[in-house]
């Protein structure tokens, strides 16, 4: 049977799922196995945490997928795997919907300040400064997307049923096929609230950062469910201390890309203790439902590897290899 190595918990249903197309070993809980320790027995990776390195993949001669649960692709060197013929798959928009409403748990929590009327609840505090729990309206304001793919475009419509006015902008999309189009410095400064929907690459690393956060609105908030790396932190902490930003939402990190179990060791200072900013780890995906659409997304990229067919879903061509 084939081997196939899970980095990180999955849907128990996919899991026995999985164990009837192979042989079945975990890199997690108490009867974890090092992928070291068996790289060279492993056909199959479904990788939810953790890198797959150049390195890795080079000492795998048996290995035909790594299967990303997940739409991004960073953790995985693909250009590697596509020289040792190993495909790389990612699912798209499975976890859309999920995603979707974290925007806006995130949104909805910073502007009703949730996180500071909770706490003083916890301490027994109820009515004695009421005043600094006030809170904003979603209604009317206009909310910025920076990528208009399969999430962005599905936040659209569900702010727009809030009473927001949406404009987006993306340069994959023809600027004349959409009223809402903008460029991005006119997103930028016109939006209320910011919300980025891209994938990390070198051109969009630290798309918003210092220079950026001086062209939007004073009293502007940012919510980041897509990279850490899209956003400059430092610059992000920077912006909140001083008031630019009225908040900030943020369910990824930067240190995400050197320590994905341990970020905050790694992390910019005063990340987490930002009064004004809600950092969550990397869970807006992370629903029951979703982890079951995702999860099976991922089965049947291995599947199909495995069977010798080409995945659905592949974000590399490998060259060196042929199925099967």
Sequence with gaps: MPLIYVTSPIHETILSRLAEIGEVRLGYGPHAVAYEAIHNQVDAVFLRGGRISAEMIAASPKLKIVARHGAGYDNVDCEA????GVWVTNTPGANQRSVVEHV???????????PLASEQTRNLIWAEDRLSLTGIELEGRTLGLVGFGNIGSSVAPVAEAFGMKVIFTDPAIDPGSDRRWVDFDTLLSTADVVSLHVPLLQTTRNLIGAPEFAKMKTGAMLINTSR?????EQALVDA???????GAGADVLAAENIDMINPFAHATPDIANTPNLIVTPHVAGQTDESLLRVGMSALEAIAAVLEGRAPAHPVNQPVAKSLG
């Design 81 to 84: 795997a596509a020289d040792h």
């Design 228 to 232: 850490g790396g899209v956003v400059d």
């Design 240 to 246: 909140l201390k001083r008031g630019k930003l009225a």
């Design 104 to 114: 806006f748990a995130l949104l909805l929590s910073l502007c009703r300040k949730l």
